[in-house]
């Protein structure tokens, strides 16, 4: 006898990992998707076509199916901590409030409550036009222009002295849902992502891992990262960015709940780029940190969600191996074939190989994470092995592209290494 149903919100291959979680702890799960081939439908108990950011829609679903209430609702690597919240508040069941969702999802209002609560944030300012842009530029240097209210890297671009700034700014605005920008001073340092519990009286940061920019270069302007590392090569400041995220968690209202991090390690210590309110997509609660220490703090979201207390013995890691996920970003073009995949499947190491693409699909221009077109994660003892293995599966996989720019038409995936500016 199941002890109750989980409600998650997305059934695509960003929630498989929390749908498994659910099952394992007991839970019946009742999936939500807009789209009909989702990947989770199959593993879940119950599913439905809905939209996920359709409250109106979730809640009019869940007032006519029949059968006990879910005892709880979340979501994985999907940005809409509102409409968890929202559902939330239906059901009766916890999650973040409405104005701890709010400022998870507003880069501006969050930023104003870090700053007010003595967090470390960039330098930042709302901008209404290009030519602040350049005066801001030319009085403060490297600038990150990003939107007010997107996620997954979308309209986040870097400014030097080489940019366009009008076309920056106008792509930057489109991709706002609410048309209005921001802009911070580019932090430089080392880049981490973290992922934090928050249980009321205690909390704990079981997420942190590096985040690998190799191919800034060839994504400038834009900013995207190219996958992640655990254990981080900056395990020495873990304490202290720990503590630094939970505090900023707090100060945003996430008193129960998962907070995603990003942080720069600056030489004046660790700066929070932003909190997201929610569990981490791309492979990092899923992969990175499970398959690096044995520890699914996914399960303890869980407990959260349903009410209950996250079991703290969870969050202890369990062992320590090097992991690494990479993406893969071929140029755009319309899909050959991929080459190399049984000989890289073949590797016991290799614990995930994925690809999002089909032969004949056109693959569109890198923009943003939407774009991807496949993942794999390699562990090894070490860092130095894993990176080996990094290497050798981009040298294997050959992504075969009718390219639609010959001067993009390269097969390599071997990514440009540079350094961030
Ligand atoms: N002020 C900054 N300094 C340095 N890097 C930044 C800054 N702002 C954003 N970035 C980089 O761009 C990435 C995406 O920006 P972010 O604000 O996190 O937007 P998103 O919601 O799309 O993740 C960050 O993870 C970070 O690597
Ligand atoms: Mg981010």
């Not at 006898?1 to 979680?21: C, F, H, N, R």
């Not at 939209?51 to 006990?68: A, H, N, Q």
């Not at 509102?82 to 999650?95: C, I, K, M, R």
Request: net charge negative; charged share 25%.
């Amino acid at each position: 006898m199941k002890q109750g149903t989980l409600l998650v919100l997305g059934a695509s291959a960003d929630q498989l990992y929390l749908i498994e979680t659910a099952q394992q702890m007991g839970l019946s799960v009742l999936a939500l998707d807009q789209n009909p081939a989702s990947p989770g439908f199959a593993l879940a108990d119950e599913h439905a076509v809905v939209s996920t950011r359709d409250v109106e829609g979730i809640v009019t679903f869940l007032r006519t199916r029949p059968g006990p209430a879910p005892i709880g609702v979340l979501t994985m690597g999907s940005d809409i901590p509102d409409v968890v919240s929202a559902v939330a508040g239906y059901l009766g069941t916890p999650a973040l409030s409405a104005q701890a969702a709010h400022l998870t999802t507003d880069k501006l209002a969050m930023k104003e409550c870090l700053a007010a609560a003595g967090i470390a944030v960039p330098w930042f300012r709302e901008v209404f036009s290009t030519a602040e842009v350049e005066m801001l530029f030319a009085e403060r240097g490297p600038l990150v222009l990003k939107p007010i209210d997107r996620s997954g890297s979308r309209g986040v671009f870097l400014l030097d002295g080489s940019s366009d700034f009008a076309d920056l700014f106008r792509r930057a605005r489109e991709f706002s849902y609410c048309g209005r920008v921001l802009v911070e001073e580019f932090l430089k340092g080392p880049q981490i992502s973290t992922e934090s519990i928050l249980a009321g009286s205690w909390a704990a940061t079981p997420g942190y891992a590096d985040r690998n920019y190799e191919l800034l270069e060839r994504f400038r302007p834009q900013i995207m990262e190219n996958g992640g590392w655990v254990p981080s090569a900056f395990e020495d400041r873990r304490p202290e960015t720990s503590r630094l995220v939970e505090r900023a968690a707090r100060a945003l209202g996430i008193t129960h709940g998962v907070a995603k991090g990003d942080v720069v390690l600056t030489p004046e210590g660790p700066f929070v780029i932003e909190i997201a309110g929610r569990l981490s997509g791309g492979d990092f609660c899923a992969g990175l940190v499970p398959w690096g220490s044995g520890v699914n703090y996914v399960r303890s979201a869980v407990q959260l969600a349903i009410g209950q207390a996250p079991d703290v013995a969870d969050l202890t890691p369990r062992f320590e191996q090097a992991v690494a996920n990479r993406y893969f970003f071929p140029p755009p073009g319309r899909l050959l074939g991929v080459d190399g995949v049984e000989e890289v499947e073949a590797q016991e190491w290799v614990t995930k190989l994925e690809f999002w693409y089909e032969v004949g699909d056109e693959i569109p221009e890198s923009l943003s994470h939407a774009h991807r077109f496949g993942v794999f994660v390699v562990v090894g003892p070490d860092r130095a092995t894993a990176q080996e293995r990094v290497d050798w599966v981009y040298r294997t996989i050959r992504i075969r592209v009718e390219a639609r720019d010959e001067r993009l038409g390269f097969e390599t995936q071997s990514p440009l290494v540079s350094e961030l500016p």
